[in-house]
């Protein structure tokens, strides 16, 4: 059993920058694939970044890509979604998700691939 909370949503200019925290509790948290999800009222949970356990393999929606940085810190059993140059479109509900891949080093992107979530946080982009 996996347990995430996220943190750090709210409302901010477009342009500005946000991070969001997802803090995992866990016995193996370090074996997990993470990502980060959104959804947007009257729309499909997307992916948005993932990072696979050894932080080696990183992957991004073409819509954030050069805008949106994951990261993880296994120590802190934390993963970190730095989100620059916001636009109103990212508005949305924030998703971590866990993922045990055993021995892959890799991301998946569909969200019926992820194990565990967290309850979401919202981020809101003022035009």
């Known amino acids: 059993q996996v347990q995430l909370v996220e943190s750090g949503g709210g409302l901010v200019q477009a342009g500005g920058s946000l991070r969001l925290s997802c803090a995992a509790s866990g016995r193996t948290f370090s074996v997990y694939t993470m990502a980060w999800f959104r959804q947007a009222p009257g729309k499909q949970r997307e992916f948005v970044g993932g990072?696979?356990?050894?932080?080696?393999?990183?992957y991004y929606a073409d819509s954030v890509k050069g805008r949106f940085t994951i990261s993880r810190d296994n120590a802190k059993s934390s993963v970190y979604l730095h989100m620059n140059s916001l636009k109103p479109e990212d508005t949305a509900v924030y998703y971590c998700a866990a993922d045990y891949r055993g021995l892959q080093d890799d991301v998946t992107t569909m969200w019926d691939g992820y194990d565990y979530w967290g309850q979401g946080t919202q981020v809101t982009v003022s035009a």
């Open positions: 990072i696979s356990w050894s932080g080696l393999n990183t």
